[in-house]
């Protein structure tokens, strides 16, 4: 709370990183569910 001009920038980048890996996580996981054929390599991309 020392400088109130940037108070929750890297708390904000952490988080969304973090959203970001678990949710694409899960994405890939149900990627996977979905086309059991093939080897996801690259993590699918999400629909914005």
């Known amino acids: ?4 001009k940037k ?3 890297p708390i904000r980048r952490a988080w969304r990183m ?3 890996a678990i949710t ?3 994405v ?3 990627y996977a569910k979905e086309h059991p054929a093939e ?3 690259e993590r699918p991309k999400r629909k914005p």
């Open 7 to 9: 108070p929750i920038n």
């Open 1 to 4: 709370m020392t400088e109130p």
């Open 28 to 30: 890939s996981r149900a």
């Open 39 to 41: 080897t996801v390599s």
């Open 24 to 26: 694409g996580r899960f």
């Open 18 to 20: 973090f959203r970001s």
